[in-house]
């Protein structure tokens, strides 16, 4: 059974910074290319960021530019999202999912709060 596990979502100030976590199993995780897509109150999902099977390549939307950078362990099956300088426009229920468009499997999602 695949499983994708998010955590670190919390609530944090505008300007702080957050890593989020996703624990992978019940695939080859090494195999697959890993995105992280956010789904803000009241509107549809969001692609944020991706990563390549080996990590060396990444992907950022513009608004992630220079704010966010993701990473993968292939050795310990995990991955994360580091996000810097946080806006209230980044509040969000974050993803963490299998693939880069498509999209094959979804975690349940980590709730993200930026507010003062």
């Known amino acids: 059974e695949v499983q994708l596990v998010e955590s670190g979502g919390v609530m944090v100030q505008p300007g702080g910074s957050l890593r989020l976590s996703c624990a992978a199993s019940g695939f080859t995780f090494s195999n697959y290319d890993m995105s992280w897509v956010r789904q803000a109150p009241g509107k549809g999902p969001e692609w944020v960021s991706a990563i390549n099977t080996g990590g060396d390549t990444t992907y950022y939307t513009d608004s992630a530019k220079g704010r966010f950078t993701i990473s993968r362990d292939n050795a310990n099956n995990t991955l994360y999202l580091q996000m810097n300088s946080l806006k209230p426009e980044d509040t969000a229920l974050y993803y963490c999912?299998?693939?880069?468009?498509?999209?094959?499997?979804w975690g349940q999602g980590t709730q993200v709060t930026v507010s003062s």
């Open positions: 999912v299998r693939g880069k468009m498509p999209y094959i499997d």
